[in-house]
């Protein structure tokens, strides 16, 4: 089945940029997301990409997709102590299911 | 505020009690699912729902059973909790198989 694997942590000074990175296995996946899970709560939907879109820019977020090599990346500029979060890549497969990675826990140090 | 509602927020189960968490959205989607949130394991998905009156199973269905007896509501049960079953439980809803909207969470603990 669809698998989607992200590193589980990343740690970034404030003010740098973050980029978070995401791989998966089904070509044919025709949407492409990134959802942020704050503290005790639920995932909320960030942004996503079409699968025939190679970039996306939604103010200091930028998603980056490379079809070929099955790669997703999110980068967020200017990264503040708000972005502190986990960021779930997912993508939907062929039976217009959204498969979710485990997820990157983002940490800003001062 | 539209959105999806789960209840309750918090549980304690001993071990062989049932229970029931409730999710119920108010935007009109036509999809709704659960889904546990392990560490380490990322979201795995229970059972699914593509409209009223229809259920199916997801990745990690054993042990629960749903119902979707009106648009607006998707049920959860356990029938008899295993401390397994400790999880935080999170209902999604979606008008297509597009993207979806989260309920903040039901933290169950299982003794």
């Known amino acids: 089945g669809e698998d989607v694997e992200q590193s589980l942590f990343l740690s970034v000074r404030e003010g740098d940029s973050s980029v978070i990175n995401c791989t998966y296995t089904?070509?044919?996946?025709?949407?492409l997301y990134w959802y942020k899970q704050e503290p005790g709560a639920g995932l909320q939907l960030l942004t996503y990409i079409f699968s025939n879109m190679d970039m996306k820019q939604d103010q200091r977020l930028t998603v980056l997709l490379n079809k070929k090599d099955k790669h997703l990346s999110l980068r967020i500029a200017d990264t503040q102590t708000g972005d502190s979060a986990i960021y779930f890549c997912?993508?939907?497969?062929?039976?217009?299911?959204?498969?979710f990675g485990k997820g990157t826990r983002l940490h800003i140090l001062p | 505020n539209a959105g999806v509602t789960q209840t309750p927020k918090f549980r304690v189960l001993k071990t062989g009690q049932s229970m029931t968490l409730l999710c119920a959205q108010d935007m009109n989607h036509e999809y709704m699912y659960w889904y546990r949130q392990d560490p380490g394991m990322g979201l795995r998905l229970i059972h699914y729902s593509v409209g009223e009156g229809t259920t199916a199973k997801g990745e990690v269905p054993d042990g629960y059973n749903v119902s979707r007896l009106k648009k607006q509501n998707f049920l959860l049960g356990l029938e008899s909790a295993a401390p397994s079953q400790t999880s935080v439980y999170f209902c999604?809803?979606?008008?297509?198989?597009?993207?979806?909207?989260f309920g903040s969470g039901t933290r169950l603990t299982v003794v």
């Open positions: 997912a993508v939907m497969n062929r039976d217009d299911k959204i498969i």
């Open positions: 999604a809803s979606s008008y297509a198989a597009g993207d979806y909207t």
């Open positions: 089904d070509s044919s996946s025709t949407y």
